[in-house]
T-cell receptor, first 115, second 117 residues
Framework: AQSVTQLGSHVSVSEGALVLLRCNYSSSVPPYLFWYVQYPNQGLQLLLKYTSAATLVKGINDFEAEFKKSETSFHLTKPSAHMSDAAEYFCAVSDPGGGNTPLVFGKGTRLSVIA | EAQVTQNPRYLITVTGKKLTVTCSQNMNHEYMSWYRQDPGLGLRQIYYSMNVEVTDKGDVPEGYKVSRKEKRNFPLILESPSPNQTSLYFC????????????????FGPGTRLLVL
């Protein structure tokens, strides 16, 4: 069964500093991978996704993530944090092999940005 | 505007009193899904629907029912709510007829916060 591990339930960075949110997956085949963001009192929205094309994926708001098969990782980065990036971030994985396998979410990482 | 709507946004109820949370999407999406979000547990799928009249259980279906009589609507029904169903619920949809996880983006509603006393 596929699964996702997000290391760190809470990450705090200073404004302007690098953001790094970690995601490791477990899947029997190279999966599809997603990062979603949830701003306070809102639903989730897609930041970026990997679907077996380029391994470095660029998303909205200058976020990007790199798929590393050898490390089974899909870490999310942003060069310079902004106050508006404070939110909860979810990594998710799905199996492209077919069937009705649901999208499996990690437990989330709450990002705080300090002025 | 393309969107997924949920109603109500907030609900307080008592144990055993049947309730329905509505979900509607205006994007003509085939796939719809319900999740619950709990602190420290992330999002867990309750039920999903591949198409009209086609529904299936997710990871945590106990205590919930769904129906998909028309493409745009996917209500979540709690026949006899219990306090352990206190949670934040999200409805989501995606375009794919086959399966949303094959690279399709899921679009989420704003959430329904439910408190069962």
């Amino acid at each position: 069964a596929q699964s996702v591990t997000q290391l760190g339930s809470h990450v705090s960075v200073s404004e302007g500093a690098l953001v790094l949110l970690r995601c490791n997956y477990s899947s029997s085949v190279p999966p599809y991978l997603f990062w979603y963001v949830q701003y306070p009192n809102q639903g989730l929205q897609l930041l970026l996704k990997y679907t077996s094309a380029a391994t470095l994926v660029k998303g909205i708001n200058d976020f990007e993530a790199e798929f590393k098969k050898s490390e089974t990782s899909f870490h999310l980065t942003k060069p310079s944090a902004h106050m508006s990036d404070a939110a909860e971030y979810f990594c998710a994985v799905s199996d492209p092999g077919g069937g009705n396998t649901p999208l499996v979410f990690g437990k989330g990482t709450r990002l705080s940005v300090i002025a | 505007e393309a969107q997924v709507t949920q109603n109500p946004r907030y609900l307080i109820t008592v144990t055993g009193k049947k309730l329905t949370v509505t979900c509607s999407q205006n994007m003509n999406h085939e796939y719809m899904s319900w999740y619950r979000q709990d602190p420290g547990l992330g999002l867990r799928q309750i039920y999903y629907s591949m198409n009209v009249e086609v529904t299936d259980k997710g990871d945590v279906p106990e205590g919930y029912k769904v129906s998909r009589k028309e493409k745009r609507n996917f209500p979540l029904i709690l026949e006899s709510p219990s306090p352990n169903q206190t949670s934040l619920y999200f409805c989501a949809s995606s375009p794919s007829l086959s399966f949303s996880g094959r690279g399709e983006t899921q679009y989420f509603g704003p959430g329904t916060r439910l408190l069962v006393l």
